[in-house]
């Protein structure tokens, strides 16, 4: 099977290529420049045109791993935000519809579509009602597969990914807490500690998306991908630095993040029928960033 990984070199698109390189010929594509690979495809990082990506061969699946991942970031920077997490995705898309049709295609999607659930766990029949631009806008990528899908056939499939974390990962929750006490032994966190989230190891994620394509009808579906546990801030920062640096202290500050949400956790049931079961619990995953930390941190 040809598996091309747009946004190769991220944090979900390296790991994707490693573990998909075993059993497939993959090919990448992403901003960076490399001059190593010859199953690499350089686009442009203001104006990423994959009109030749999908003319030079035919792929028989695309995984979208490219864009932006930072809620904050898109408060501050909407335009950009709204380029890499939508507008890429039609590009991409319409690419795909002229050149290779046949080719099925992963969005990776976000929980950030949600915003504040009305109900837990959330099933994929939840009402969509981002909060942040980010959210939005993963929203409208998933209406463009949607639409990609009923008016053109493409068979399209977005993953609703919650807390997704691991070795590599250079940003967010558990990369903020190792910044944070670094120099010293206070840590001081947005909330009050008691928001919850649904965390997902790396390694697990990259197993969904293979039963994704293994399974997945693609037909415009939306997949919840998480491991349906709900965890405190409060609890996993505790279980973090006592790994990490057991003697720091921990407050938290009160005032919520803007464009955070409060509590989430997935209904799995989906991915599990495809066969998804957990494979790294947050204490074992925790280890391993640990020690991926104390290498590259």
């Known amino acids: 099977m040809k598996i091309?990984?747009?946004g190769s070199k991220g944090f979900i698109g390296t790991h994707c290529v490693t573990y998909f390189s075993k059993a497939h010929t993959v090919y990448q594509c992403d901003i960076v420049v490399d001059y190593n690979d010859l199953n690499y495809i350089q686009v442009d990082a203001t104006n990423a045109d994959y009109t030749?990506?999908?003319?030079?061969?035919?792929y028989d699946?695309?995984?979208?791993?490219s864009g932006a991942a930072s809620v904050p970031d898109s408060i501050k920077h909407p335009q950009r935000d709204f380029m890499l997490n939508t507008a890429n995705v039609f590009k991409q898309l319409d690419a795909i519809r002229k050149n290779n049709p046949d080719c099925k295609y992963i969005n990776l999607s976000s929980a950030a579509v949600y915003g504040n659930p009305e109900f837990l766990p959330i099933t994929e029949a939840h009402p969509l009602n981002p909060i942040s631009p980010y959210g939005?806008?993963?929203?409208?990528?998933?209406?463009?597969?949607?639409?990609f899908y009923k008016n053109f056939g493409l068979r399209t499939c977005s993953l609703r990914i919650f807390s997704a974390y691991g070795e590599g990962l250079k940003k967010q929750l558990f990369w903020d807490l190792h910044n944070k006490v670094k120099t010293g032994k206070e840590a001081f966190l947005y909330g009050n500690g008691n928001e919850s989230r649904d965390f997902i190891h790396i390694a697990d994620l990259i197993k969904a998306i293979e039963l994704v394509i293994e399974n997945c009808a693609f037909q415009s579906d939306c997949i919840n991908v998480a491991n349906g546990n709900e965890l405190t801030i409060k609890q996993v920062a505790t279980t973090f630095y006592g790994i990490f640096k057991p003697s720091t202290n921990i407050h938290f500050e009160g005032q919520a993040r803007l464009g955070d949400p409060t509590n989430w956790v997935a209904d799995i049931s989906k991915i599990q029928d495809y066969g998804y079961t957990i494979g790294t619990d947050i204490k074992t995953g925790l280890k391993q960033y640990i020690t991926w930390l104390s290498e590259n941190g």
């Open 52 to 58: 030749e990506v999908f003319q030079e061969r035919q």
């Open 61 to 65: 699946i695309c995984i979208n791993c």
């Open 136 to 147: 939005v806008h993963k929203k409208m990528a998933e209406e463009i597969c949607e639409s």
């Open 4 to 6: 091309l990984i747009i």
